[in-house]
């Protein structure tokens, strides 16, 4: 399984991206993709996730009402809306791929990784 993430940049307060994660190299017809972010210094934290469907999805707190994941099954990407961006968002993106959905929050559960995309806002 290769995860390809992409779209950070730099934005203001208040502005917004959106991320995108390209899913290659697998045959399930089932799997979960979440979106995880780690800021220097900090412990790997849960952003979001979202089942093969699109039907269920699981946001940490602190993004819920600013963030919205999608996913396009025909082009195997997930995307992450990001909006009213804060300067605690300011992170490392990354989105990992799991073989079946369960809205866990816990990077252990999940089995392949993208590289990462750099998010950072200005206050």
Known sequence: VQLQASGGGSVEAGGSLS?????????????????FRQAPGKEREFVATISWS???????DSVKGRFTISRDNAKNTVFLQMNSLEPEDSAVYYCAFRDHYSGSDSFLLYDYWGQGTLVTVSS
Do not use: E, M, P
Not at 19 to 35: K, P
Not at 54 to 60: E, F, L, P
């Open 54 to 60: 699109g039907r269920s999805t699981h946001y940490a």
């Open 19 to 35: 991320l995108s994660c390209a899913a290659s190299g697998f045959t399930f017809d089932d799997y979960a993709i979440g979106w």
